[in-house]
């Protein structure tokens, strides 16, 4: 089966931890998405990565970073410089078949992070 | 100006019932258009994209209006499963997308 999957499904960490959340593709996407879900908000940008090697950040990358060094994977380390990291952490990943347009994007199940 | 604007809602409808959904978007120069699903506790799901000419699955119909810059989402004959936030999507170009933050919809018995 195709899909995105992310683990944990649940995290709990102690304020001060750095705290690294998976993100895996069988999709052959080129493009991966964070975003981070708080209630009663939309979902907001984190980073993003186009292609294998590159990454950019999106509108709230303050205190975190990623990493892609392969196609298939996006983790993405919240540090303790983030001041609000509980959240709802969803990754995603799109087809990215060039010709400057922008794709749907499918989304993982998620990862609660709980910092205390 | 937020760059996707929705109703929060929540619609209540008996089931059946027609519901309609609109969003408006502020960059006209956005070119894909989508609406998402997504369940309580649950990671959005693909719904529908919004075409020019609008486009129809099933009981949905999506309808773009790039003069007002808006779109809308119809649901027919509400079943007790649509019951879930829909969230309106655009592009804002360099293969970012933004998301509205959702219109709740109860359908009940």
């Known amino acids: 089966d195709g899909g995105i999957t992310q683990s944990p499904k649940y995290l709990f960490r102690k304020e001060g931890q750095n705290v690294t959340l998976s993100c895996e593709q069988n999709?052959?996407?080129?493009?991966m998405y964070w975003y981070r879900q708080d209630p009663g908000q939309g979902l907001r940008l984190i980073y993003y990565?186009?292609?294998?090697?590159?990454?950019q950040k999106g509108d709230i990358a303050e205190g975190y970073s990623v990493s892609r060094e392969k196609k298939e994977s996006f983790p993405l380390t919240v540090t303790s410089a983030q001041k609000n990291p509980t959240a709802f952490y969803l990754c995603?990943?799109?087809?990215?078949?060039?010709?400057?347009?922008?794709?749907?994007?499918?989304f993982g199940p998620g990862t609660r992070l709980t910092v205390t | 100006r937020k760059e996707v604007e929705q109703d929060p809602g929540p619609f209540n409808v008996p089931e059946g019932a027609t519901v309609a959904f609109n969003c408006t978007y502020s960059n006209s120069a956005s070119q894909s258009f989508f609406w998402y699903r997504q369940d309580c506790r649950k990671e959005p799901k693909l719904l529908m994209s919004?075409?020019?000419s609008g486009n129809e699955d099933g009981r949905f119909t999506a309808q773009l209006n790039r003069a007002s810059q808006y779109i809308s989402l119809l649901i027919r004959d509400s079943k007790l499963s649509d019951s879930a936030t829909y969230l309106c999507v655009v592009d804002t170009g360099f293969q970012k997308l933004v998301f509205g933050t959702g219109t709740r919809l109860l359908v009940s018995p």
């Open positions: 990565s186009q292609i294998v090697n590159d990454f």
């Open positions: 919004v075409y020019s």
């Open positions: 999709l052959n996407h080129d493009a």
């Open positions: 995603a990943s799109s087809p990215n078949r060039g010709a400057g347009e922008t794709y749907e994007q499918y």
